[in-house]
Nanobody, 125 residues
Framework: QVQLVESGGGLVQAGGSLSISCEASGRPSSSVHMGWFRQVPGKEREFVAAISWNGARTYYADSAKGRFTISRDNAKNTLSLQMTSLKPEDTAVYYC??????????????????WGQGTQVTVSS
């Protein structure tokens, strides 16, 4: 069992930056692929970014490439998402997720078994 708790969400202006974090407990994060997803009303929870168990590989949705950076600190069991050049369409609840199977790094919500409760990110126009 892995518990995930997001933090750092808030209100930012378009073009601004924000970093959100996820703290994990229950098992070492070094054995778990991690990802960030986001969801808005009326839409599916969509992939944002993912990182392999050891941090060696990262993946980004097209919407995030060049603007977002995913990172992890396995010693501290934390996952981060640094967001820059934020757009109103980035407004969503952002969820961190963990995949303990450690096979392929998933870019689909169904690849992940553990989820945080989410943190709201709102980007004003």
């Amino acid at each position: 069992q892995v518990q995930l708790v997001e933090s750092g969400g808030g209100l930012v202006q378009a073009g601004g930056s924000l970093s959100i974090s996820c703290e994990a407990s229950g098992r070492p994060s070094s054995s778990v692929h991690m990802g960030w997803f986001r969801q808005v009303p009326g839409k599916e929870r969509e992939f944002v970014a993912a990182i392999s168990w050891n941090g060696a590989r990262t993946y980004y949705a097209d919407s995030a490439k060049g603007r977002f950076t995913i990172s992890r600190d396995n010693a501290k069991n934390t996952l981060s998402l640094q967001m820059t050049s934020l757009k109103p369409e980035d407004t969503a609840v952002y969820y961190c997720a963990g995949d303990p199977k450690r096979l392929r790094v998933g870019m689909n919500r169904y690849d992940y078994d553990y989820w945080g409760q989410g943190t709201q990110v709102t980007v004003s126009s």
